[in-house]
């Protein structure tokens, strides 16, 4: 793993400024792609539409390897998070169930409320309540759960020996064959949230 | 759509292909990692709101206190103006495909809950606030974590991605049943 010693090449008020733009470019690649619409969001875990799916997957692909040249050549650092097993377990078990009930996740959430969704904008309120509620257990939670199976801020190559590159070799053969099964099962029943 | 070969027709479709558009977030993820050396997230800023807006119904001194808030305090800094680069780029693309509308009760849900907006947006408040504590749980939510975190190969992005759907899935079924009706 390659770090930069070097000051980021934008930063201080330019930063600021490319927050704006690059903010503005996922706002508008969320909402052009159906994402920041409740019904594609919930047919996906109904496996209805494969919209978030292909989505996601693509970007981690594509996302990755660039990530990964880059960090090789010495351009981009890498920011792990801590893996806290069991956090993240349950953290991603009530998330799922959120998600569901609510039909987005936090960005596509902005976007979908910034674009006329006022069930939406409820539902940010929501997420202040909710980040309120963990604010206040934060110190119960910082003591009994994110020290359980906290392995730090590993990723597969570090625990599992196989190089990152097999791993996106893997992952473009993975992500291929979902898209393919995916195809055929929408072609048979094409989704019908385009709305 | 015989419009579609050129740039404005483009720019007014409502929905672009999802792999053009994955693959144009992955490599908006290029530019994050490499320009301003962060990676896309969202929910960490949107906890310096909640503080924010938790100050006047817990008191300053509750949230100056609190090692959470402190520790995400609400600042104008480049999580923040992201967030509103979202909102502002939400905006401009439901404007410009002209798709800007009111939804209070989304088609899937009225379906299967009926017309109600109380019931809704109850349902997505509470959905609004599990989503929240969720993420910061797990110290990310989709972006953050399923995205940035597994296209890093992180261990903690891949097992929020794969336990997210899981647990999406059995809800769904909770929630929508397991029919695959012939549908509208």
Same mark, same amino acid.
């Given at each position: 793993m390659n770090f930069l010693a070097v000051t980021p090449p934008v930063s201080g008020s330019a930063a600021l400024v490319a927050a704006v733009v690059l903010g503005a470019v996922?706002?508008?690649?969320?909402?052009?792609?159906?994402?920041a619409n409740y019904n594609v969001i919930v047919n996906q875990f109904r496996f209805r539409d494969f919209t978030v799916l292909k989505i996601m997957m693509t970007a981690i692909v594509v996302g990755g390897i660039g990530v990964l040249a880059l960090n090789s050549a010495g351009l981009a650092n890498y920011h792990?998070?801590?893996?806290?097993?069991?956090?993240? *377990?349950?953290?991603?078990?009530?998330?799922?169930?959120?998600?569901?009930? &609510?039909? &987005?996740?936090?960005?596509?959430?902005?976007?979908?409320?910034?674009?006329g969704s006022v069930h939406g904008l409820v539902g940010l309120l929501g997420t202040v309540a909710g980040g309120t509620l963990y604010a206040l257990s934060f110190p119960w939670i910082s003591s009994h759960i994110l020290p359980v199976g906290a392995l730090g801020k *590993?990723?597969?190559?570090? *625990?599992?020996? *196989?190089p990152a590159i097999v791993w996106f070799v893997a992952l473009i053969a993975i992500a291929i064959t979902v898209f393919i099964v995916v195809e055929k099962i929408e072609r048979r029943a094409p989704p019908s949230s385009s709305s | 759509m015989t419009s579609a070969s050129q740039p404005s027709g483009f720019l007014r479709q409502a929905r672009w292909n999802p792999y053009l558009v994955g693959a144009s977030i992955g490599i908006l993820s290029w530019i994050v990692f490499g320009l301003v050396d962060k990676p896309l997230g969202i929910? %960490? #800023?949107? %906890?310096?709101?909640?503080?924010?807006? #938790?100050?006047?119904?817990?008191?300053?001194? %509750?949230?100056?206190?609190n090692a959470y808030f402190k520790q995400h305090a609400? /600042? =104008?800094?480049?999580?923040?103006?992201?967030?509103? @680069?979202?909102?502002?780029? @939400?905006?401009?693309? #439901?404007?410009?495909?002209?798709?800007?509308?009111?939804?209070?009760?989304? #088609?899937? =849900?009225?379906?299967?809950?009926?017309?109600?907006?109380? /019931?809704?947006?109850?349902?997505?408040?509470l959905g609004g606030a599990l989503v929240m504590?969720?993420?910061?749980?797990?110290?990310?939510?989709?972006?953050?974590?399923?995205?940035?975190g597994s296209l890093q190969l992180a261990v903690g992005g891949w097992t929020f991605f794969l336990v997210l759907f899981a647990s999406g899935i059995v809800t769904s079924l909770v929630l929508f049943g397991a029919g695959r009706s012939a549908k509208n």
């Open positions: 996922f706002g508008v690649l969320l909402h052009r792609g159906g994402v792990i998070k801590p893996a806290n097993m069991l956090g993240v *377990v349950l953290g991603a078990a009530v998330f799922g169930v959120g998600m569901v009930l &609510y039909g &987005y996740c936090p960005g596509t959430a902005i976007a979908a409320a910034a674009s *590993v990723r597969l190559p570090d *625990v599992t020996g *196989v | 929910t %960490t #800023a949107l %906890t310096g709101v909640a503080g924010a807006c #938790a100050t006047p119904v817990l008191g300053a001194d %509750t949230v100056s206190a609400f /600042k =104008w800094d480049y999580g923040m103006l992201f967030l509103v @680069g979202v909102a502002l780029g @939400g905006l401009i693309s #439901a404007l410009v495909s002209r798709s800007f509308r009111a939804e209070v009760v989304p #088609a899937v =849900w009225r379906e299967r809950f009926g017309p109600s907006a109380a /019931k809704r947006l109850a349902a997505a408040f504590f969720g993420a910061r749980l797990a110290d990310g939510c989709t972006s953050g974590n399923g995205i940035s």
